[in-house]
């Protein structure tokens, strides 16, 4: 499984702005962080050159891409209303092209937006040339419209929860396409620990986790609910 993230706009083309909120800067904000998200999971991710406008460079100028070593492509921006229309229009949408016939896919990342709070906007279907590109190729493709950077609940909802959002787009993604989480078996504070290979080897067996900050706290107490979760995932095995 191998995924390109785009960031819409760029290079001359900010997109949508408003106050110092720069579509363009917030697309590639977001991507890298989906990008993080997703290579916790077992596929690999790669992210169209965010110095470029992917639009600019395909569409404009005409020079060719080649799509066809990913499996799914996705393009993000962020929305405006043109009026000033807080509160009224507002949430999340995605495109896809029309030769895009499942689309199970973004109804899971849309449901999975509305959870944190976005309206779901729904799926809509329009030729936005560059994912119409990648799926001439044969790729999929879809353009998330994350939320609107000119309506302030969803600037509120969307800066609380940056990291939400990505997690929840990457969730999206690998319980479609059935990505399982990469096992982290190196510690960044078990390298020189004299327990570094026991510890390597229960943490690939699942067994025994690391902390989120990429530690293991190899000298730490173990506690009783600690220990009960370790000997429940044996009592499972
Ligand atoms: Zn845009």
Not at 20 to 27: G, H, K, N, Q, W
Not at 97 to 107: D, Y
Request: net charge negative; glycine share 6%.
């Amino acid at each position: 499984m191998n995924i390109l993230l785009i960031a819409g706009h760029g290079e001359e083309d900010p997109g949508a702005c408003l106050y110092s909120r720069r579509e363009a800067t917030m697309a590639r904000e977001l991507v890298a962080l989906l990008q993080k998200e997703l290579l916790k999971y077992e596929c690999k991710c790669g992210v169209y050159n965010p110095d470029l406008s992917a639009y600019h460079q395909m569409i404009t100028l005409g020079k060719p891409y080649d799509f066809t070593m990913y499996d799914y492509v996705l393009e993000v921006h962020f929305n405006a209303h043109k009026s000033n229309a807080d509160g009224k229009v507002q949430g999340s949408e995605m495109y896809v092209t029309s030769g895009e016939l499942v689309t199970t896919l973004e109804e899971r990342i849309l449901n999975n937006l509305a959870a944190i709070g976005f309206t779901n906007r729904g799926i809509k279907c329009k030729d936005f040339a560059v994912i119409k590109k990648a799926k001439k190729q044969g790729v999929s493709s879809a353009l998330l419209e994350t939320c609107f950077i000119d309506d302030e609940d969803d600037m509120m909802l969307y800066l609380n929860n940056t990291e939400l959002v990505a997690k929840t787009i990457a969730y999206a993604i690998a319980a479609e396409y059935g990505l399982e989480k990469k096992v982290q078996a190196t510690f960044r504070d078990t390298e020189e620990h004299w327990a570094k290979k026991d510890i390597e080897k229960v943490a690939k067996s699942g067994l025994m986790k690391g902390y989120y900050d990429g530690t293991f706290m190899p000298d730490n107490f173990v506690t009783r609910g600690e220990l009960a979760t370790v000997l429940s995932r044996i009592l499972s095995k």
